[in-house]
């Protein structure tokens, strides 16, 4: 069963929608690099972080999400000069977006739990509860974990299991099939005829880096 996912920013300034998602068409993992969490701290919302410093997301193709509203609060950012990979947030209420690729083209985009929305409880009662759908229903649990190494706590014995080789070789071969269904397309991050981002990216100083 697919459905659509209401998104929204902790304040409900910037809105938006995860269409047909479902366990399949996409992958939940749990994060727990230190760029995960440096995003966190840099917004000041740890609280988007689970008790091991966690960041939960779900990966899917950038074609299927679509901004309903507040787009003007989008910001992005990179840690450092190297790294290529842009953080999306809210300017409003500083809540984690997602995370992509430094191009439009990437056929991946990491979608953070923490811009499924606050009120999704309430949002799903309306349409689904009658099937006792729950965002686990929708998503499923996260399948595994990466980078665990960089925890901040002893995990829970109900974590996620580490990826498999499997687990990458299956995600890779969704990936390309995204992107020959033209998936990547439109992204909604970058602008469609420009290619270029949305919101021009802030680059982290070194020291701006190492403070968080
Ligand atoms: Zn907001
Ligand atoms: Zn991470």
Redesign the pocket.
């Known amino acids: 069963m697919f459905c659509d996912l209401p998104l ?7 809105r938006g929608v995860a269409r047909e998602v479902s366990p399949p068409a996409g992958f939940r993992l749990v994060c727990y690099c230190t760029d995960c969490q440096a995003f966190a701290y840099y917004l000041q919302r740890p609280d988007v972080l689970d008790p091991s410093g966690g960041t939960d997301i779900f990966q899917m193709p950038p074609g299927r999400l679509t901004f309903s509203a ?1 787009e003007d ?1 989008l910001r992005s950012l990179r840690l450092s000069e190297r790294t290529k990979v842009l953080r999306w947030y ?6 984690p977006i997602a995370n992509t690729a430094g191009g439009a083209r990437f056929p991946v985009i990491g979608l953070i739990r923490s811009f499924m929305g606050h009120d999704l409880t309430k949002d799903l009662t309306k349409d689904l509860a009658a099937s006792g759908y729950s965002r686990d229903g929708i998503l499923g649990p996260p399948r595994c974990r990466i980078h665990e190494r960089s925890a901040t706590a002893p995990l829970p014995p109900n974590a996620p299991p580490p990826a498999s080789f499997g687990f990458l070789a299956h995600r890779a071969g969704s990936a390309l099939g995204w992107w020959t269904r033209g998936l990547p397309r439109p992204n909604p991050f970058f602008d469609e005829r420009t290619k270029a981002p949305r919101a021009e990216p802030r680059v982290l100083t070194p020291s701006e880096r190492a403070a968080l």
């Open positions: 929204s920013c902790r304040c409900g300034h910037t507040g609060a809210t300017e409003c209420c500083r809540t």
